[in-house]
């Protein structure tokens, strides 16, 4: 596997355990996890994930989290990530979390649109997925300028804090990501 991924700005580089402070100050910001109803993350269970993940270089099942970091700049701000199911070899589905300083920069976009293109050439995967719920307006933005096409909406199918919730889910395949490049 090609790593780290460079870009004009950002860094796409394995995690370290030195990531743990930034990764919990992203994960666990306050207004983040009341937008998304999601509980905050565990330090313990933060720090397990992080080792996990900086030791995985050429899986082909689970997660793959990337560590996102500007370039002038050390520490993690961020990350993308895709998951692999060990049933869907070929298919991925797409994440990424930004600390809130480092929102609307472009960032996001320019982070996801390199992983992407990492996943479709390194991962070889055909078809790459994205879920977020119906509400995430900042992500569903993310997925459309990526070129990814809206293929479902599910109604009331995700419960979070004692609710139902719509969700929706967008997806890209290798040959159209190709397209869109030329
Ligand atoms: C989803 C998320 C990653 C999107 O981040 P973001 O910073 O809004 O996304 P982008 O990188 O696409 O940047 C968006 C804006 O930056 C602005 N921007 C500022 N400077 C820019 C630059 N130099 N280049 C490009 N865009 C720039 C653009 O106006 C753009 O808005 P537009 O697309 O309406 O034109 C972020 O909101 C987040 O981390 N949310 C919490 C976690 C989450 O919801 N994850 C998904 C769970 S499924």
Redesign the pocket.
């Known amino acids: 596997m090609n790593l780290p991924i460079s870009t004009p700005r950002l860094l796409l580089r394995l995690p370290t355990e030195a990531d743990l402070p930034g990764y919990l100050s992203?994960r666990n910001e306050t207004a983040?996890l009341e937008?998304?109803m999601m509980k905050a993350v565990d330090e313990q269970d933060a720090r397990s994930f992080l080792q996990s993940q900086s030791g995985v270089v050429g899986i082909k099942y689970g997660w793959r989290m990337l560590s996102v970091e500007l370039s002038d700049a050390v520490g993690i701000i961020?990350e993308v990530g895709v998951f692999v199911s060990d049933e869907n070899s070929e298919q991925g589905d797409l994440?990424?979390?930004?600390?809130?300083d480092?929102?609307?920069?472009?960032?996001?976009?320019?982070?996801?649109t390199s992983f992407v293109h990492w996943c479709f050439t390194e991962y070889r995967l055909h078809r790459l997925t994205?879920?977020?719920?119906s509400a995430?307006l900042?992500?569903r933005?993310?997925m459309s300028?990526l070129g990814m096409r809206l293929e479902s909406e599910t109604i009331r199918s995700v419960r979070r804090n004692g609710r139902w919730h719509d969700e929706v889910g967008y997806a890209i395949l290798r040959e159209e990501w190709q397209l869109r490049k030329r």
């Open positions: 992203y983040t937008a998304q961020g994440g990424w979390w930004l600390h809130p480092h929102r609307k920069k472009g960032y996001a976009f320019e982070a996801v994205a879920h977020t719920l995430n900042d992500s933005n993310l300028k």
